[in-house]
């Protein structure tokens, strides 16, 4: 009888571990993510990389995409209105509130789509772009497939249910990489964390913006078929991450995966001195006080500046090992600048500096006021960005 019992309870116990398994499988069964070193493409974690899910909002990150082409071909404006036809008034929410007849900036719908994550907004941009929302989800696959996201196809440009829109955790990595590296002049656009309009304020739904260090975009996603989704970009240590989370089971839970994902991810890479962004912020430190006695002997209080000096400040807001990481870093600086209205001249430059066998890039806005580099500079400091004014150079 003992026998029997202890031959009965390990087989109950082998079908309760059993019946747990498949549950936890089922549970899990949306998820699927990824992380990959930005500049190299290279793969740090994989779950399910390559498994087809659902995007549900990742979805605007495409939209978007062909929002900055348009406005890089000239075919778009920041400042142009685009019309609210009665569809975009019609769709389901997350949504502005636009009505039919109205019209709503390019700028504006940028900064509704990455925080409110308006379907509206997404449809108005679609039928500007494409006429028809359909037409528009072909010129989005199309693109996608140009980009090398081989397993994603778009029917909308909002990610609102549809069983044939369908995309990967690499396939989002990708198209993160690509908005990133294609359009640096506009991927500052995704670290906003409020957007006003029309009286009301919208909060960006990516929370690690404000809870991760380093983290300044991209895009959340959710449908009741496909779970909590992300995509996040950080940079620590000089290096950036791109992060992708599909089918987690709450916001929080969602964001709390991707933290561990970098915390891993940022483990396996192996750390140097000249790496961390804070050896740019201490190099500024350092040279601070050489920097305003420069200016001082510049223009000496009792002499006004020559006319030929009046643009000739600069501001740096970083070094780097990678000039395209110096390029991003000063296109980002210029777009809040220019967000903000700061600055009202000045140019991105990229400018080498040779360290006996190392190279170091400098990013630079140059062409500047006095006043305005001095502006910029503290509004940016303020924004906890790295800023120094740089006075001209004097024979």
């Known amino acids: 009888m003992i026998r ?12 309760l571990l059993l019946g747990v398994a498949f549950f936890q499988s089922s549970a899990n069964a949306r998820y699927a993510s990824i992380v990959v070193d930005e500049q190299t493409g290279k793969v740090l974690h994989a779950s399910n990389p390559d498994r087809r899910r659902y995007p549900a909002s990742l979805t605007k990150m495409m939209t978007l995409y062909m929002v900055f082409d348009a406005l ?6 920041l400042n142009q209105r685009l019309k609210v036809s009665r569809r975009a008034q019609g769709m389901a929410p997350s949504k502005l509130g636009l009505r039919r007849g109205q ?19 997404a449809v108005v941009v679609a039928e500007a772009l494409g006429k028809t929302e359909i037409n528009f989800a ?13 397993k994603t196809r778009f029917r909308n440009a909002s990610g609102l249910p549809n069983r044939r829109q369908i995309s990967t955790a690499r396939d989002m990595a990708t198209l993160a990489r690509r908005l990133i590296k294609d359009y640096p002049q506009f991927y500052h656009f995704f670290g906003t964390q409020r957007f006003s309009y029309k009286r009301r304020t919208y909060r960006n739904h990516n929370k690690l913006l404000r ?7 991209i895009k959340t996603g959710y449908i009741r078929a496909s779970g909590f989704n992300l995509v996040a970009s950080t940079k620590r240590y000089g290096r950036r991450l791109i992060g992708v989370v599909f089918g987690g089971k709450s916001a929080k839970s969602r ?74 870093a000063a296109y980002g600086a210029a777009g809040r600048l220019q967000d903000r209205g700061v600055a009202q001249h000045g140019r991105v430059a990229v400018v080498m500096h040779q360290q006996a066998r190392n190279r170091l890039y400098r990013a630079q806005i140059v062409g500047m006021s006095q006043r305005d580099a001095v502006k910029s500079c503290s509004y940016l400091r303020a924004q906890r960005h790295a800023c120094v004014a740089i006075p001209p150079i004097t024979q």
């Open 255 to 328: 964001d709390r995966h991707m933290r561990k994902l970098f915390n891993r991810a940022y483990a396996l890479i192996p750390k140097k001195k000249t790496d961390y962004p804070t050896s740019t912020a201490e190099a500024i430190e350092k040279t601070k006080k050489a920097k305003i006695r420069l200016a001082k002997a510049a223009y000496p209080r009792k002499s006004k500046p020559n006319r030929d000096r009046v643009r000739r400040w600069a501001i740096q807001v970083g070094a780097f090992s990678q000039s395209s990481a110096a390029r991003l």
């Open 138 to 150: 072909k010129m989005m696959t199309a693109k996608a497939k140009s980009l090398g996201m081989r």
């Open 4 to 15: 029997n019992n202890t031959k009965t309870n390990i087989i109950f116990i082998s079908i």
């Open 72 to 77: 890089e071909r000239g075919k778009l404006k």
């Open 211 to 217: 809870a991760y260090p380093g983290v300044d975009g």
């Open 103 to 121: 019209t709503i900036t390019v700028k504006d719908a940028i900064l509704a789509l990455i925080t409110k994550s308006a379907n509206d907004v």
